[in-house]
């Protein structure tokens, strides 16, 4: 099973062959800029599609903290993501209150351990829209 830095590389090399269907669910990858270092950043994120865009959880394991990638995207929310062999501009933005039962429902049928990792911590887990740019 593929992980961290090697889950992209082999991501990246075959178009989404390898990497996109992972552990029973699917994975894109996000790319965000550091906003501290400006490097960019990529990490793979299980998503589900939502109208024209992709939402992913910013979960990091039900940590106290939030994940890199989503205070990267707080900092700057243009993004690259690929789907599969398809690469395309985003703009992040977080879930409304009015969106975010919906979209976390839909996640957590894809992933269940998303409600383990919300009663682990005290924040309130970001769902993250990420909408193609045009």
């Known amino acids: ?7 992209v590389e082999r991501y ?4 989404g062959a390898e990497g996109h269907d992972w552990n029973g669910t699917t994975v894109l990858l996000l790319t965000t800029r550091g906003r501290t270092s ?14 024209d865009a992709y939402t992913v959880v910013a979960s990091n394991g039900g940590a106290k903290e939030h994940p890199d990638w989503y205070a990267n995207l707080l900092a700057d929310p243009e993004a690259e993501v690929q789907v599969m062999d398809q690469l ?11 969106e975010k039962p919906g979209m976390w429902g839909a996640m957590t049928r894809v ?24």
């Open 12 to 15: 990246q090399q075959t178009g």
């Open 88 to 98: 395309f501009k985003a703009r992040a933005r977080t879930a409304t209150d009015e």
């Open 1 to 7: 099973m593929l992980y961290g830095k090697e889950h």
């Open 38 to 51: 400006g490097r960019p950043y990529t990490t793979p994120l299980i998503y589900q599609r939502y109208g």
């Open 111 to 134: 992933w269940p351990d998303y409600d383990n990792y919300q009663q682990k911590t005290d924040r309130p887990i970001p769902v993250v829209v990420l909408e193609p740019v045009t």
